[in-house]
């Protein structure tokens, strides 16, 4: 699985941006896709997930303000963020988490991170 991250870059606070994330090759119909993000130093952290039937989860920090949604027919998750704050400059990473029943084994991808600068 490969995963293709997207839509990072440099706003002022208060401002809005959109990551896309695609997923390629073997997807399972069942999964869970997220978000994380990390900064220098710091550990990588959830912001959002969303597993194909539609169950959410979202960050404390997050909540009201950033929305998670995917399309499955495309593999693609999305994470839409709204009142953007210095605090959440990161490096925004895909997640792809599921299990293979025929394998007996999980599956966790990562995909390439994309920069995302709140300037205050």
């Known amino acids: 699985v490969q995963l293709q991250a997207s839509g990072g870059g440099l706003v002022q606070a208060g401002g809005s941006l959109r990551l896309s994330c695609a997923a390629s090759?073997?997807?399972?119909?069942?999964?869970?896709m997220a978000w994380y993000r990390q900064v220098p130093g710091g550990e990588r952290e959830l912001v959002a997930g969303?597993?194909?039937?539609?169950?959410?989860s979202y960050a404390d920090s997050v909540e009201g303000r950033f929305t998670i949604s995917r399309d499955n027919a495309k593999n693609t998750v999305y994470l839409q963020m709204n009142d953007l704050k210095p605090e959440d400059t990161a490096v925004y990473y895909c997640?792809?988490?599921?299990?293979?029943?025929?394998?007996?084994?999980?599956?966790?991808?990562w995909g390439q991170g994309t920069q995302v600068t709140v300037s205050s």
């Open positions: 997640n792809y988490i599921t299990y293979d029943e025929s394998e007996d084994r999980s599956y966790n991808e």
């Open positions: 090759g073997s997807i399972l119909s069942v999964n869970l």
């Open positions: 969303m597993t194909t039937a539609g169950s959410t």
